[in-house]
């Protein structure tokens, strides 16, 4: 039995195998750190380094390479950003199918007198602007939401929400977990401060390494949360006013940064517009004649094009646990079940407590495997 893995809105994989190759190269052949050795491989180590952050300014439409910032994951991104932000009295707007590396944040903030609503949004899935300039309070500081959802696959219009944001002066804050590498964003059209990544999703690099861009404005209002050796600055001791040092205390995760390098430009030579098809064509194919079963609850838009490669299933008068393993064990199609991480979004579509079951497409998966996991889903409510 052939395996299928379809578990790519958690860690997409298989990885390009140049991306495998950077990282073993890196630990092989190269070994230094950056900013920390004064011979020639530690500085080849840094323009590597360097370009990375160029790289990451391409593909996200943004302009300095300085502002960005490598941390360990998303989450550890997003907790920069918002509680290195956010103060005392502030208020923040968020979204309603929010992932944990959210709302726990937020959660925690409230214990520091900081307040956070979540937006609604229309049947059709988006937000009803009007209301959620309704919803924009004197003290509101921030909107920070996912660009996807990571149950549904729901996109939002970041290009509106970052509108409204800049007309208001609120800093947007985007969670691209489920978005980067696949679907395109630009973060100066899309008034984008902050943008939180993670490198083993659909970047297509290993975990451990992702990060965030920020702008000068919303960079200047942030705290370090980490403070320690930058290889800069040293006499002093406090942490460097400059990007990226500021946010960056401590020795990277080269061998992270060294995959993630060779994973864009991998992206870079497949090309978003044909990763984002190939997601929209299996999610289709998937789909095909489940929405109308009498035995499966579909959440999140009909339409594949409105969604990432994501398609969430609860199977009526079943347990999910036990479908996931028969899946798996019947089939070999590899999958995720639960909440997700996500609570609040199961809430809002209808598939709390029981959750869902998860399909995620990636960029290695094939129309025969989409074919495939369709038939079975049909074979074991049959």
């Not at 942490?239 to 870079?268: C, K, Q, V, W, Y």
């Not at 590899?334 to 991480?341: F, P, S, V, W």
Request: glycine share 10%; proline share 6%; aromatic share 8%.
């Amino acid at each position: 039995m052939r395996p299928v893995y379809l578990d790519n809105a958690a860690t997409s994989f298989p990885k390009p195998p140049q991306v495998v190759q950077a990282v073993t190269h890196y630990m092989t052949d190269i070994g230094s750190s950056i900013n920390r050795g004064g011979y020639s491989r530690a500085y080849s180590t840094a323009e590597t380094v360097l370009e990375t952050r160029e790289r990451l300014c391409g593909l996200f439409g943004f302009s300095k390479a300085r502002n960005v910032i490598f941390t360990a994951n998303v989450t550890y991104a997003l907790n920069f950003l918002l509680k290195g932000c956010l103060r005392p009295g502030d208020h923040v707007l968020t979204g309603p199918l929010e992932h944990n590396a959210v709302i726990r944040p937020l959660v925690q903030l409230q214990e520091q007198g900081i307040t956070f609503d979540r937006i609604p949004l229309l049947p059709t899935g988006e937000p009803d602007l009007q209301v959620v300039k309704e919803m924009i309070r004197p003290n509101t500081r921030m909107m920070a939401l996912s660009h996807a959802s990571n149950v549904s696959g729901q996109i939002l219009p970041l290009q509106a929400l970052g509108r409204l944001c800049r007309e208001h002066g609120i800093f947007f804050v985007v969670d691209a977990a489920q978005t980067a590498g696949t679907v395109p964003i630009h973060m100066e059209e899309m008034e984008i401060d902050g943008l939180a990544f993670t490198g083993h999703k659909g970047l297509l690099g290993p975990q451990g390494i992702g990060g965030f861009l920020v702008t000068d404005d919303l960079a200047t209002q942030m705290r370090p949360l980490i403070a320690g050796g930058t290889g800069s600055f040293s006499h002093r001791g406090t942490m460097p006013d400059s990007l990226p040092d500021r946010f960056e205390a401590g020795t990277p995760n080269l061998p992270g940064i060294f995959g993630l390098h060779a994973a864009l430009d991998f992206l870079s030579t497949t090309g978003l517009k044909a990763i984002r098809s190939h997601e929209v064509a299996l999610t289709s194919i998937l789909e095909e004649g489940l929405w109308e079963h009498p035995a499966l609850q579909l959440v999140g838009p009909r339409d594949s094009q409105c969604k990432t490669g994501v398609t969430s299933i609860n199977f009526l008068g079943r347990d999910n646990a036990e479908i996931a393993r028969q899946l798996e064990s019947q089939w070999g199609i590899m999958t995720r079940c639960g909440l997700h991480c996500a609570p609040d979004a199961h809430r809002m579509l209808g598939t709390y407590p029981q959750g869902t079951v998860r399909f995620s497409f990636g960029w290695y998966n094939t129309e025969g495997e989409a074919r495939f996991a369709r038939n079975a889903i049909l074979s074991m409510v049959s």
